[in-house]
Structures are given as C-alpha cells and as structure tokens.
C-alpha cells in the first residue's frame, strides 16, 4: 500500500465513523427561530417536541408599538411578538381552559390550544376571525389597563 491508498481509506474511514455517529445521535431540526431536538424515534411517533428557547423574554409592554408581521405564518418553535399576540388572542376565545403562558414561545401548549381552537397547528394572525383580533394598544403609554383589559401585563 503507497501513501495514496492509506489517505483514501482513512477518508472513507472517517466518513464511516460520521455516518454512524450521526444515525445514534439525536437530529437537530430548525423550525423557525428555535432549535428542536428530536430523536429519531420520535420523529414517525408523532408526539410533540418541546423546541428549546433561548433567555429571551416577551411581554405586552415590550410588543406594544411594535410592528406585528399578520401575515406570517405561525408554527411549533417560532417566537416573539406575533406568537405572544397568538396566545393572547387564543386565551381570550377560550378563558376557561387550558390558559396558556403568554410568554412569545410557540411551544407544544400553544400548538395543541390552536388546533382544538381553530383547527390547524399553523396560523397567521390575519385568518383569526375578526372579533378575536385583539392588539397591543391597550399597552401604550397613557392607556389605563382596566379590569376588563385583554390580557394581562406581565412584570
């Protein structure tokens, strides 16, 4: 065996060590703005995974004012401003089941209120009927939040 021979096995070699290395791992799947972890057995089962979030925080006084993308399509793993308006929205249909966070995490919670909510895992803020479309400007400076306010302000 030359030199040539020896570089070309340990290649193959290598790859080899990849390919199996990589089939016992679990396979990071992007979705959104969250990384999901989910082993591979779990991916035919169709159980839901928790998308891992990083130390962001999201609350009605930060979104108020900001623009909101209605027409972006909400799904498992996003975050900000438009899922924390999604959660509200869903929260007020619904007040007396299953109150979600409304912390501007599109987790399993908000995937599941959603689809007994509305039907569908996904959504843009622009298809939600318009008695549900409640906004942000109840968070503006100068407004008073009353009892009868949408949602309440996180600290």
């Not at 009605?60 to 979104?63: A, E, I, K, L, S």
């Given at each position: 065996m030359n030199k040539r021979d020896?570089?070309?096995?340990s290649v193959f070699g290598i790859i080899l060590i990849l390919m199996i290395f990589g089939l016992t791992r679990r396979r990071k799947i992007k979705v959104g703005q969250a990384d999901i972890l989910e082993p591979v057995s779990n991916a035919m089962s169709g159980q839901c995974v928790e998308p891992v979030f990083g130390d962001v925080t999201y609350s009605?006084?930060?979104?108020a004012g900001n623009f909101i993308d209605e027409s972006k399509t909400l799904e498992l793993g996003m975050q900000g401003c438009e899922v924390l308006l999604l959660q509200t929205r869903l929260n007020s249909i619904e007040p007396n089941q299953d109150i979600l966070p409304e912390n501007g995490f599109f987790g399993c919670s908000t995937k599941a209120k959603l689809t007994r909510v509305v039907g569908?895992?996904?959504?843009?803020?622009?298809?939600?009927?318009?008695?549900?479309?409640?906004?942000?400007?109840?968070?503006?400076?100068g407004t008073q939040v009353n009892n009868y306010s949408y949602m309440d302000v996180n600290e």
């Open positions: 020896i570089n070309i096995l009605g006084y930060d979104c569908t895992p996904t959504i843009s803020l622009n298809n939600m009927q318009p008695d549900e479309q409640t906004g942000f400007n109840e968070f503006r400076c």
